[in-house]
């Protein structure tokens, strides 16, 4: 299994440009989670899909930030326009879940932003 | 919302020395995992706890979850340089997702 794929695994850009991060979940994983990482607030979840359909976006932090995923093995994390402040590694993450709980999750290998 | 304290923030030992990592949650857990996350990597699941009192082994590893379900820590037996990386726990209060303490972070020296 190749696990969790994400891409780009870096991305520089300036400030007010479009960013769009790519992952693909393990196949036959029906949970899928968007994190991100910083040394100041450690790891937040942005938004939680289960079967596809957004579940829990109370952690994207404003309207710049977007995320979709139209299919089982596809989801996009968009920010537009990007700022500094939104430096940051960002992990993707799904599981396999069975009814209410949490499970294990998968993390990918993460894309590391730098917007300047 | 619900708060994961963990502490301390960082420990440093010397190769062979124990080494313990708690984590306090303000609510209720319906079940608590650990993850362990090596420098520049991604973090990786350890275990998932989920009845009150629970204690599981996995080799020098010890996890424990506290009787009230709000509490739980990570042992570590005779470290090794191995075990050097951030430990995470991460607290599910019953809503499918979970919520990740700030970590722990090990430095082993030899």
């Known amino acids: 299994d190749a696990g969790v794929i994400q891409s780009p695994r870096h991305e520089v850009t300036e400030m007010g440009q479009e960013v769009t991060l790519r992952c693909k979940p393990i196949?036959?994983?029906?949970?899928l989670f968007w994190y991100r990482q910083t040394m100041m607030r450690g790891l937040e979840l942005l938004i939680y899909?289960?079967?596809?359909?957004?579940?829990?976006d109370s952690g994207m932090p404003e309207d710049r930030f977007s995320a979709k995923m139209p299919n089982a093995s596809f989801s996009t994390l968009k920010i537009q326009p990007s700022e500094p402040r939104d430096s940051a590694v960002y992990f993707c993450?799904?599981?396999?879940?069975?009814?209410?709980?949490?499970?294990?999750?998968?993390f990918g290998p993460g894309t590391r932003l730098t917007v300047t | 919302g619900q708060q994961v304290m963990q502490i301390p923030q960082y420990q440093h030992v010397q190769e062979g020395e124990d080494f313990t990592t708690y984590c306090n949650s303000s609510?209720?857990?319906?079940?608590i995992q650990w993850y362990k996350q090596r420098p520049g990597g991604h973090p990786v699941f350890l275990i998932q706890?989920?009845?009150?009192?629970e204690v599981k082994k996995q080799k020098r590893l010890t996890f424990q979850f506290g009787e009230a379900k709000k509490n739980s820590s990570l042992h570590i037996t005779a470290t090794q340089t191995t075990d050097v990386g951030t430990y995470f726990c991460?607290?599910?209060?019953?809503?499918?997702?979970?919520?990740f303490g700030k970590g722990t972070m090990l430095l082993v020296s030899p």
């Open positions: 991460a607290c599910d209060s019953g809503y499918s997702t979970l919520t």
């Open positions: 609510t209720t857990l319906s079940n």
């Open positions: 993450a799904s599981s396999k879940t069975q009814g209410a709980g949490s499970y294990e999750q998968y």
């Open positions: 706890l989920v009845k009150s009192g």
């Open positions: 196949s036959g994983h029906n949970s």
């Open positions: 899909f289960n079967n596809n359909v957004p579940i829990d």
